[in-house]
């Protein structure tokens, strides 16, 4: 483009008389050259009149024309780009009209054409002497150009000075600089949300000034609509008085019965006023009967009515339903989308699907669910989004904005492992004014990074330039770790551990690591699982290891339930493990793609990954257990019933298990062929619909009522625990000094005292001696033994070793005394009771002692055929025995035998007790 000093010059050439003898001729030819172009000039002053005129100015010689009503409707730019031109031509041939000048700068921001930079100096005075338009126009040149690269030397608007000019153009009146304010304030992301500026750039836009000659239509129907968004804002939105809220509602409803303005958004306002009561009576119950009225046709009521449906607000829940609505609409209402994708990522309904929700987060514009996206992205660092930059362009801009959570969100994820994101200098410049700002949490981040590589295994940290010093750390953590704050024994461990401000001291570390997995921090369980396993700093402890994790887990690590899965394979001889850790978590993270190896590696091929799943501790449970909890992973993950991922994952089964899942799926009536273990298109989708029937698994049992763990301590109101642990040390004190048969005699009784209560340390010491010591079996009964020794084996508590085969050599003990009947009973009895036995892994491996003892497998087949257990054939052991025995456990419920044992037992110790004290 010509700038106009270059169009001058060539004016002034033009316009140079010619010499000679044709002067007289060319006379008249001038006169006419002149009229010429007084009607083009005449010509081209309309045009940009008409096509441009500012509002708000005073010398405006036509309607005003909107900023946005410059754009052609159809998007020809061409259309424009013409306008221009004669907006140009005017300006340079009427140069005392001033009003031109604006007028041609407007359309040449609107056209966007290269070099628009240096009409900058030109804008610029125009804004400083109080031009609305002008300053409207830099704020439109920041608000595209922002994220370009600067032109070395080129003038430029900042962020500061965008926002300044906007302001000052909407307080001015400028209708489209107050329309943009409203947006801003409402979505963001240049200016932080807020619901009561949004309210006042609402009545600014009612109150502002005659925009110009003429207002068009645009200027009323926008004032029009002001006082309904008012009213809907005061009643969707936090933080207005319930004066307000009542002013507004008497809004919603008066425009809502009459229908003159917008319908759907009056109506919808009413209705949320309802729900929410605000303004109004709560009454959930009719805005929802409401919302489902409106549903049918009004997409914008799906939203509002899955939420409702979801939350169970004024009528039963119906997650299902919620989910089925908002996929469809989806397609056309932005907030359909946003919800079903945390309804995904909850997984209360259908099961957790991150991969689909984080889809649908970045689907969308909206702040929070940038951040939330942001979030997913963490846990699930694999999962690759479309267009990264948009991500990170909107979370910054809010959290320039002061946006809450918008900085920490970025900062977090360039800081993860995350590839696409991964930018740990551009985190650290972000923390670095927020820490100063007093925000504890990004504090923690600036220092925890202050050392690259401190968390990797594979490179040595090295110090960063700038920031924090050593005694800087040192004071932070002092101070940190007196205010009890975890992230500061975190650190404080971590350094410890590389030896980097502290001595190298593992012990110390794994001390530090504990404080802040008890003040709450996951990332610590993690590490001090790490700890436990691996022996650092501590002695290595595979309960305490599996206790960190599962914590970790539970509050939602997925490093942690990784960690849990990997570590099945190798629980065969310690058995703390659940099939659900270890087989239906495993394959639930891999449909999900946690932890693949990666299909640039080996394809994400499910036979690689899952291979060495099925032996090992899971054969104890049985294939049909072990079927059962593989069709749970598709519960849990249901992500993995894509076709190619089902197909990947049946490959990788083994044919028993494949066959087992056919069983189970024609037997519950959802597939029609024979159990062969083809797994094919039709065993596929009767899985399918199989998961989609059950709906997704509920939470598993806390860590200290999984398998594997110590068995609780009796009910506290049946017996304090001091009273407990002084008669334990009374009766342990006389069974050691005891010397004769009688004084033996009377201490045994007192140890069976104690352990029909329910205490594990004299369980284990009648257990261990039963079988050696024959005044410990004229005391103890051999179901009494038998139970004892159950609960041994399901416990493992610390300080016990070889407790299968001291159970084995009491079976066999009482096999020899011909009382074999007796253990099947005590078996069944305490299948029933503990419900601990009725999960396969675990009785699959206790039974499988039962077979190098005479009898008694038999004792058990015969005790199950007595009480009418069904599916009993010939041994008592098997796999379908056990499975027969657990569902007939979980179908009779508990003998209360051992409740009512534990009971007098308490009211015996209490009385030996006293009377020790008297």
Known sequence: MLRPVHVLVLSCLALAPLAGGAFAAQASSDKS???????????????????????????????????????????????????????????????REKRLTLQWLRVEVALDQPGLTWLIPQIKPLADGGSPEANFLLYEFYSVHRR??????????????????????????????????????????????????????????????VQGQSPGEWDSQVRKDMPLLIAQTTLEKDGFTGDEQQKA???????????????????????TALRLGRGTP???????????????????????????????????????????MLRVATKNVAEAGLMLAGLLLDGKFVGRQPRAAVQLFNASWDLDACIRLAGSLLDYDGVQVDYPDLLVERLSDGADAGEPGAALALARLELSDNQQFKNENRARAMLKPLA????????????????????????????????????????????????????AYLLHAKLLRRGLVYPQDDVRATAMLINAANLGSVEAMVLLGDAYDNGLGIDKNPRERLHAWREAARLGSLKARGKLADAFTFDSFDRLMTLREGITNRIALYNDGIGRMGAGVFGGDAGIELSGLFSGPASSAGTAAVAAAVMDAFREAPAG???????????????????????????????????????????????????DAKGPLTDAPSPQTAVGTQQAAPASDMLAGEILDRVRDKVFTQAQAAKTDKQKQAAIKQLDMLARYGDLPSRWALVRNYHQARVVRAVVTPDEVTRYALDILVSKPDGVDKAEFEFIFDLTQIAQDRKSRAVGNATLQAIRDDPRLQDPLTLGAIMGQFAFAPEACDSVLTAARKAGVDGVGEDGCDEQRRTALIAFAKDKGATGIDATARKAAAEEIKTLDAQTAK
């Not at 009149?49 to 036509?62: C, I, M, N, T, Y």
């Not at 066959?659 to 065993?683: H, M, Q, R, V």
Request: charged residues 30%.
């Open 282 to 324: 709560q009454d959930a119950a009719k805005a929802r009967q409401l919302l489902e009225a409106r549903a049918g046709h009004d997409d914008y009521a799906i939203p509002m009515l899955a939420d409702m449906l979801a939350k169970g607000e004024g009528g039963p829940a119906d997650g299902k339903r919620a989910i089925a």
């Open 148 to 209: 370009d690269s600067a032109d070395a030397g080129a003038p430029s608007v900042t962020r500061e000075m965008a926002l300044d000019a906007l302001q000052k153009a909407g307080a001015a009146g400028h209708l489209t600089a107050l329309m943009t304010l409203l947006r801003q304030y409402n979505e963001g992301p240049l200016l932080r949300r807020d619901a009561r500026k949004l309210v006042e750039a609402a009545q600014h836009i009612i109150d502002a000034p």
């Open 436 to 487: 100063d700002a007093g925000d504890r949490d990004a504090l923690w981040l600036y220092a925890s990074t202050q050392y690259a590589n401190l968390d990797s295994t594979s490179y040595r940290p090295s110090r960063r330039d700038g920031g924090l010093s050593d005694d800087d750390l040192k004071t932070l953590i002092d101070e940190g770790e007196g205010k009890k704050e975890p992230q």
């Open 249 to 271: 509602f008497h809004a919603v409803e008066a425009d809502s019965q009459a229908g003159t303005n917008d319908l759907v958004r009056s109506a919808l306002a009413y209705i």
């Open 641 to 691: 019933l894509d076709e190619e991922n089902l197909v990947s994952v049946g490959k990788a089964l083994p044919d028993e298990i494949r066959i087992a899942i056919e069983t189970t799926l024609k037997s519950e009536g959802f597939y029609a062929g024979e159990p062969k273990g083809y797994f094919g298109p039709d065993a596929r989708k009767a899985l399918a619909a199989w998961v």
């Open 33 to 95: 050259d002149d009229a010429a172009k007084k009607a083009a000039l005449a010509e081209a002053i309309s045009t940009c009149d008409r096509g441009a005129s500012v509002p708000l100015d005073p010398e405006a010689k036509a309607p005003p024309v909107q900023y946005g009503e410059l754009f052609p409707l159809d998007m020809n730019l061409s259309k424009l780009k013409d306008l221009a031109d004669k907006c140009q031509a005017a300006m340079l041939g009427a140069p």
